[in-house]
């Protein structure tokens, strides 16, 4: 008898750390000090392209410089008035395509995203996607910046 109560309450207590790591991965808050602070470029989610797994996003670059972006993002969730990283739902390594896209000065590009396969799909609720922008001045020199478009998820 005191044997299957040491093994219940070990597994009792397996999983409340399991749990608990849960929990605490949902709290992580922002990583970004600093967005949308690229002048004359912007990031929105477009009107109607919003699911559970994914959304397009309309990048304008109305600035004189080029810029580029690439396929990484990051999603947060407003939680209690303060945005939270969302847990990732697979779980080990993963990785984006490492690529530059170019979107040049005055222009507009519709660009469709899938994070089904990073994320699951999203309760309901409040969010952003982020993308990181660079403006390369020249060779080896270069500033990052972060976009981020709100968006809901009904």
Request: charged content about 25%; aromatic content about 12%; proline content about 1%.
């Amino acid at each position: 008898m005191k044997k299957l109560f040491l093994i219940v309450t070990a597994i009792y207590l397996a999983l409340a750390g399991c749990s608990q790591k849960q929990k605490d991965s949902t709290e992580e808050p922002t990583k970004f000090e600093a967005i949308n602070n690229l002048d004359g470029v912007t990031m929105i989610a477009k009107e109607g392209a919003v699911s559970a797994t994914g959304l397009t996003v309309i990048l304008e670059n109305n600035s004189d410089k080029e810029i580029t972006y690439g396929a990484d993002f990051l999603l947060e969730k407003k939680i209690k008035g303060k945005w939270y990283q969302v847990p990732f739902a697979i779980g080990g390594n993963h990785a984006f395509t490492d690529i530059g896209y170019s979107l040049a000065s005055f222009n507009v590009r519709e660009v469709e995203i899938d994070w089904g396969w990073l994320y699951g799909s999203l309760d309901h609720g409040e969010y952003r996607i982020a993308k990181e922008i660079v403006d390369f001045r020249n060779a080896g020199g270069y500033d990052k910046y972060h976009l981020v478009a709100e968006f809901t998820v009904e």
